[in-house]
């Protein structure tokens, strides 16, 4: 929001020529030297997602800088406060609480969990402000538990699920699957999607194995996965969880005797996991190499972010810039930061950055973008730094694998 001195309700002009600008129901008044438009950023930065986490930290860092360039938002300048959500629902909670009523805060990001992502969604509509959710895959964030000031761009486990289960199909079959499934609301929310799709095709579960968010040792898991002799083995799991995984899935024989799926996957997950990963089919909503030589918009992210890091950006990376360029384009639409306004402009605008148009669904926010499904390639065919995991095998449209409305449970709030 606009930096204040005192409290979020009231800012403390600095000199003459100060403007108006209208937020909710109390005029703001702003004065040039001092104005500031302050963003929330709560991120893994330790625990299993501190890859993704740190990655989208580098984006929203090069997105700031790109808009401040730019003027800024309604010519104010942007800044950022962040804090390390450890990828714990109440500490995230905690981080958007603080940074709303101690930063100003007008607008949170960031994420990489939906666990996280459902604290900090019902916090920030307590206290009337933006939630743009950054890597959060679980239906949840914007089916059951959806909220007005919330908006998820990033593909949800239906659209992947949908995507997935249909290539597989085509080019693999069915026969019997054995599940590891991170035990909590993403990883629920994936196998209920998944077997919902395979099973009427004649897909056959055997058993899903429910384990906690941070398990290191799968190897009770892997050795029942081994006895049954599945078919297709899903290792519903993300971050570090998801790469000593699959490395263990070979130490057991597993990448040799069965598919190996993952239901979402990024950069680093590809990287840790090496020459495991070849022949795993996953899917992605952004995959650096495929887009930036598809879209300009993809080139240009693409090619500065590589300049100032000296790496390729993660899907997550590439959803946090955006979050930010999108919150830009809406609050200057809407010539405010009222977030009763922002939402309004969001759920009825297009926009295109780094992939095709996109827009979110007004009934529940979840963006409408393109998934792909992509498969492993050896890491002597990576590339360097080993950033170029996979070729892409099917990109499937965004409307022709969003959960229907029909089949929505959100019940969106009446208001901001």
């Known amino acids: ?24 129901s109390a005029p703001y008044v702003i004065a040039a030297p001092t104005k500031e438009v302050v963003i929330g950023l709560s991120i893994p930065l330790s625990g ?57 805060a007008v607008m949170i990001t960031g994420g990489s969990s939906t666990g996280t992502a459902l604290a900090v969604s019902a916090l920030c509509q307590s206290k009337n402000t933006m939630f743009m959710a950054t890597l959060t895959h679980g239906d949840e964030t914007t089916n059951q538990n959806c909220h007005k000031v919330t908006f998820r761009r990033y593909n949800d486990a239906y659209m992947s699920a949908q995507s997935m289960a249909r290539t597989m ?6 026969g019997n699957w054995f599940y590891i499934t991170a035990d909590y609301s993403w990883g629920h929310s994936n196998f209920d999607n998944i077997t919902s799709i395979i099973e009427p095709k004649g897909g056959k579960t055997i058993k899903n194995v429910l384990l ?24 519903i799991e993300f971050g570090k969880d998801m790469t000593n995984c699959v490395n263990q899935s070979a130490q057991f024989g597993l990448t040799k005797s069965a598919k190996i799926l993952v239901p979402l996957v990024d950069e680093y997950m590809a990287k840790g996991a090496g020459d495991n990963f070849d022949n795993v089919v996953s899917t992605a909503p952004f995959y650096w190499k495929y887009h930036a030589a598809k879209y300009p918009g993809a080139k240009k992210f693409v ?25 830009k384009k809406a609050v200057e639409a809407a010539g405010s930061l009222d977030p009763a306004k922002v939402v309004d402009k969001l759920e009825n605008m297009k926009f295109q950055f780094t992939k095709e148009e996109e827009w979110y669904r007004k ?19 990576r590339g360097p730094g080993g950033f170029e ?21 959100c019940k969106m709030d009446a208001t901001v």
């Open 169 to 174: 199909v085509t080019k693999y079959g069915t």
């Open 48 to 104: 299993s997602y501190s890859d993704q986490g740190t990655d989208q930290k580098r984006a929203y860092d090069l997105a700031i800088d790109e808009v401040n360039a730019k003027g800024g938002i309604m010519g104010m300048k942007v800044s950022s406060t962040f804090a390390d959500d450890t990828t714990k629902a109440d500490v995230a909670r905690d981080n958007a609480q603080r940074m709303i009523e101690r930063d100003g």
């Open 303 to 327: 090619d500065a972010f590589q300049a100032r890091y000296g790496v390729p950006p993660s899907n997550g990376a590439e959803c946090a810039y955006v979050d930010i360029m999108v919150y």
């Open 363 to 381: 009934e529940d926010h979840q963006g409408v973008n393109s998934c792909l499904v992509v498969e492993g390639i050896p890491s002597a065919q």
């Open 212 to 235: 906690k968010l941070g398990t290191t040792d799968f190897s009770s898991a892997l050795a029942e996965a081994q006895a049954a002799k599945p078919d297709v083995l899903c290792i």
């Open 389 to 409: 995991y996979g070729r892409v095998l099917e990109v499937h449209p965004g409307p022709s694998v969003i959960q229907p409305l029909a089949g929505l449970s």
């Open 1 to 24: 929001m606009v930096k204040q001195t005192l409290s979020r309700g009231k800012f403390v002009a600095g000199t003459a020529g100060a403007a108006a600008l209208t937020f909710g």
